[in-house]
């Protein structure tokens, strides 16, 4: 059975730092490339920051230079590390895992976890 369990969400204040933990299950993790999405209230589902299986990263413009995506594949695990927190990064956060293996498409979402940024 595939899991995808978000943690570290939470309110902070403006400036602050957060880092958000995604454990996954069920699938051979170092082979899926991993990322982390956000929506936040009456948008659209975004692309926040993505880890290839080797380790390349591609990062979201409104985030570069303050968020840092990483992974473990020992522990089966991906990290967002955000700082400078702002009010706009305000969303639900969810882990996503994909892989394509020739013409099949592997793509497992988790439950999402809260970040709220307020002072």
């Known amino acids: 059975q595939v899991q995808l369990v978000e943690s570290g969400g939470g309110l902070v204040q403006p400036g602050g730092s957060l880092r958000l933990s995604c454990a996954a299950s069920g699938f051979t993790f170092s082979s899926y490339a991993m990322s982390w999405y956000r929506q936040a209230p009456g948008k659209e589902r975004e692309l926040v920051a993505s880890?290839?299986?080797?380790?390349?990263?591609n990062y979201a413009d409104s985030v570069k230079g303050r968020f840092t995506i990483s992974r473990d594949n020992a522990k089966n695990t991906v990290y967002l590390q955000m700082n400078s927190l702002k009010p706009e990064d305000t969303a639900v956060y969810y882990c996503n895992a994909a892989r394509v293996i020739v013409t099949l498409t592997y793509n497992y979402w988790g439950q999402g976890t809260q970040v709220t940024v307020s002072s």
């Open positions: 880890i290839t299986k080797i380790g390349s990263t």
